[in-house]
């Protein structure tokens, strides 16, 4: 059976520092690579995406892929109050297997 | 706006009641996914339909479920004879061929079953 692991949490950070979320996942066919952040009684909202090994940026956000170690990361700089949320990983099988898989999410406190 | 829509974003129901749920995805996009959370679960996969046709549907799907998408725009997602451990969140995310496959997800259906 496919896995998405990922550490429940909460993961407590103060104000402006760094948050660092992480993920494995036993598929190695596994191709692309999602984070989503879900807010307490919301739905999953898209924050990153990443398909090759490496770091992708964007804006405060960093993901990062190594498929050897199928380890895919999340990093928040100067993480803010509203970053609190429980942050998903998920990961698509490849192929024409589109669905996709998710972990049970961390929960990221940011204390002011 | 133009993001994924659900209706109804809440449903009380009396077990062995039927319920239907219905998502209007993003316009331009021809995949459409069904996925079920639970508290302090992730989603978990449903179904999903590429157009009209449902390509996939998962063991979790028991028979009293039932998805359609007719025209490869919006879809129906239907549970009969609902039972207390349907309570849960139904999604809806859809995304674009060719796209990367990115979903984008609904603010889903919340299912409390009394």
């Known amino acids: 059976q496919k896995e998405v692991e990922q550490n429940s949490g909460p993961l407590s950070v103060p104000e402006g520092a760094i948050a660092s979320l992480n993920c494995t996942y036993s598929?190695?066919?596994?191709?692309?690579f999602f984070w989503y952040r879900q807010y307490s009684g919301k739905s999953p909202e898209l924050i990153m995406f990443?398909?090759?090994?490496g770091d992708k940026e964007d804006g405060r956000f960093t993901a990062q892929l190594n498929k050897a170690s199928q380890y895919v990361s999340l990093l928040i700089r100067d993480s803010q109050p509203s970053d609190s949320a429980t942050y998903l990983c998920?990961?698509?099988?490849?192929?024409?297997?589109?669905?996709?898989?998710f972990g049970k999410g961390t929960l990221l406190t940011v204390n002011p | 706006d133009t993001g994924v829509s659900q209706d109804p974003r809440h449903k009380i129901t009396k077990r062995g009641q039927n319920v239907t749920f219905r998502c209007d995805p993003i316009?331009?996009?021809?995949?459409l996914y069904w996925y079920r959370q639970t508290l302090g679960q992730g989603p978990e996969f449903l179904t999903y339909?590429?157009?009209?046709?449902?390509?996939?549907k998962s063991r979790l799907l028991s028979d009293r479920f039932s998805a359609e998408r007719p025209k490869g725009s919006f879809s129906t997602l239907e549970i009969q004879r609902t039972e207390q451990g349907d309570s849960a969140m139904y999604l809806c995310?859809?995304?674009?061929?060719?796209?990367?496959?990115?979903?984008?997800f609904g603010p889903g259906t919340r299912l409390t079953v009394l």
């Open positions: 995310a859809s995304s674009l061929e060719g796209s990367g496959d990115t979903q984008y």
């Open positions: 598929d190695r066919g596994s191709q692309s």
């Open positions: 990443i398909y090759s090994n």
């Open positions: 998920a990961v698509n099988g490849g192929g024409s297997n589109y669905k996709l898989t």
């Open positions: 316009s331009e996009h021809n995949r």
């Open positions: 339909f590429q157009n009209e046709a449902q390509l996939e």
